[in-house]
């Protein structure tokens, strides 16, 4: 079965500056993609960045960036220039080819400074 | 920009009774789902929905749950007798084509409180 385990409940960074993400999965399926979701208070879930596990290439969404190691199983997002609107839960997923689930991991707070 | 909704947004019910969870995807949408997350854990898949039938479901999503689109636009979830252990956040998801390629979009929730 699918897992994903991320280890940092809470993480603060102060605007402007670069935080990481931290998230780790298991999956025994070679072929698999995975999700980061930003969660703001009280609104939905939005995708943030996504990554074909295909691919060799780590992905890059303006601020977002991932770092992908697919040996180690580890997926962390990293965002630079932290902005006040950063501020929200966010989600590491992974779902399998041939299935149409996606498996969250428990979330990350993530506070900004000013 | 087009948006999953979800209506009640906060439902409370007595242990037993059936309610009824209401989502709107986005129109051109073909693949549908229900997720929910029991307080301070993970948020877990319940089932997936796609051309009027369950495409895929979990061990969670048993007899006292179904599903439906009744007509064009509103895709329900139903739990027939509740219990304690389902309140929980329940989420509606959308996506246009095939997953798990593509990007599933989110409501932001019905909160569903069982006494």
């Known amino acids: 079965a699918q897992t994903v385990t991320q280890s940092q409940p809470e993480m603060s960074v102060q605007e402007a500056e670069t935080v990481t993400l931290s998230c780790t999965y298991d999956?025994?399926?070679?072929?698999?993609?995975l999700f980061w979701y930003k969660q703001p208070p009280s609104r939905q879930m939005i995708l943030v960045i996504r990554q074909e596990a295909y691919k060799q290439q780590n992905a890059t969404e303006n601020r977002f960036s991932v770092n992908f190691q697919k040996a180690a199983k580890s997926f962390s997002l990293k965002i630079s220039d932290s902005q006040l609107g950063d501020a929200a839960m966010y989600f590491c997923a992974c779902t399998q080819g041939g299935s149409e689930k996606l498996v969250f991991g428990k979330g990350t707070k993530l506070t900004v400074n000013p | 920009e087009p948006e999953v909704t979800q209506t009640p947004s906060h439902q409370v019910t007595q242990m037993g009774q059936e309610v009824i969870l209401r989502c709107v995807p986005i129109?051109?949408?073909?693949?549908f789902y229900w997720y929910r997350q029991i307080l301070g854990q993970k948020v877990e898949f319940l089932v997936s929905f796609y051309n009027n039938e369950i495409s895929e479901k979990s061990e969670i999503f048993d007899d006292q749950f179904s599903v439906e689109r009744p007509d064009g636009s509103n895709f329900t979830l139903k739990i027939r007798s509740t219990k304690l252990e389902d309140s929980a956040m329940y989420f509606c998801?959308?996506?246009?084509?095939?997953?798990?390629?593509?990007?599933?979009?989110f409501g932001p929730g019905t909160r569903l409180t069982v006494l």
């Open positions: 998801a959308s996506s246009d084509s095939s997953p798990p390629r593509d990007e599933q979009f």
């Open positions: 999956t025994s399926e070679s072929d698999y993609y």
């Open positions: 129109s051109n949408h073909l693949y």
